[in-house]
């Protein structure tokens, strides 16, 4: 007998039946769902261009089916970003800070069986808030307000670490359509700036919580 392949086999063994172990079906109806992530991107174009993003979803679900659940988010972003200007004799550098509040609801389906220690979920969500554009240029300092409305789509891992508590991997493609309602004190704005689309691949990791016991 070889006892090295056996001992190989025996933790395959036990690491296959601990990914799909029960965990007293945590994907119940009528349980809660708090959660929370942090997601960011970093980027740099060939138009001198650089910068990142954060973003940080505050989720509370519930679940009305098996594995389906509906909620409400609440989304706190940070995006800023630094363009070197280049003219004749020299180089300016041109900041941007994005500051964004929005909040909607989101829905939420998990596509492996319930009994699984690890998962995957898909889920749509709409926002709708207030995005506030800092411009800075040498001593120069100004503000566009715009209305955002964001759409995300969301793919992502999750990990049971027990019967209520999950980490998650967030893979997810956003759109955010701005529009400028208020007017502008910028003399960076142009009249593009009042319509802006914005398009962004952001990955993460989060935490969920699920409440209430398990349906007999």
Same mark, same amino acid.
């Given at each position: 007998?070889?006892?090295?392949?056996t001992?190989?086999?025996?933790?395959w063994?036990?690491?296959?039946?601990?990914?799909?172990?029960?965990?007293?079906?945590?994907?119940?109806?009528?349980?809660?769902?708090l959660g %929370?992530?942090? =997601?960011?991107?970093?980027? !740099?174009?060939?138009?001198?261009?650089?910068?990142?993003e954060i973003?940080?979803? #505050? /989720?509370?679900?519930?679940?009305?089916?098996?594995?389906?659940?509906?909620g409400?988010?609440?989304?706190?972003?940070?995006?800023?970003?630094?363009?070197?200007?280049?003219?004749?004799?020299?180089?300016?550098?041109?900041?941007?800070?994005?500051?964004?509040?929005?909040?909607?609801?989101?829905?939420?389906?998990y596509?492996?069986?319930?009994?699984?220690?690890?998962?995957?979920?898909?889920?749509?969500?709409?926002?709708? %808030?207030?995005? =506030?554009?800092?411009?800075? !240029?040498?001593?120069?300092?100004?503000?566009?307000?715009?209305?955002?409305?964001? #759409? /995300?789509?969301?793919?992502?891992p999750?990990?049971?670490?027990?019967?209520?508590?999950?980490?998650?991997?967030?893979?997810?493609?956003?759109?955010?359509y701005?529009?400028?309602?208020?007017?502008?004190?910028?003399?960076?704005?142009?009249?593009?700036d009042?319509?802006?689309?914005?398009?962004?691949?952001?990955?993460?990791?989060?935490?969920?919580?699920?409440?209430?016991?398990?349906?007999?």
């Amino acid at each position: 007998m070889n006892k090295p392949k056996t001992i190989c086999r025996i933790l395959w063994l036990c690491i296959l039946v601990s990914l799909t172990a029960s965990v007293n079906a945590q994907l119940n109806r009528h349980q809660w769902l708090l959660g %929370g992530a942090l =997601s960011g991107s970093y980027f !740099q174009s060939q138009s001198q261009e650089t910068g990142y993003e954060i973003n940080t979803p #505050i /989720n509370i679900g519930y679940f009305v089916l098996p594995k389906w659940a509906i909620g409400i988010r609440g989304i706190f972003g940070y995006e800023e970003t630094t363009t070197n200007l280049l003219s004749f004799s020299s180089t300016r550098r041109f900041t941007e800070k994005e500051r964004m509040i929005v909040g909607g609801f989101f829905t939420r389906y998990y596509l492996l069986p319930r009994a699984n220690k690890f998962n995957l979920y898909a889920e749509i969500a709409y926002a709708y %808030g207030r995005t =506030s554009n800092q411009f800075a !240029q040498l001593n120069r300092n100004s503000e566009v307000i715009y209305d955002s409305h964001l #759409i /995300n789509v969301n793919l992502a891992p999750v990990y049971f670490i027990n019967n209520h508590v999950g980490v998650e991997f967030l893979l997810s493609y956003g759109q955010q359509y701005s529009i400028n309602n208020y007017g502008s004190n910028s003399f960076f704005a142009t009249s593009n700036d009042d319509r802006l689309v914005t398009n962004t691949f952001l990955f993460g990791i989060g935490l969920q919580v699920h409440l209430n016991q398990p349906e007999e």
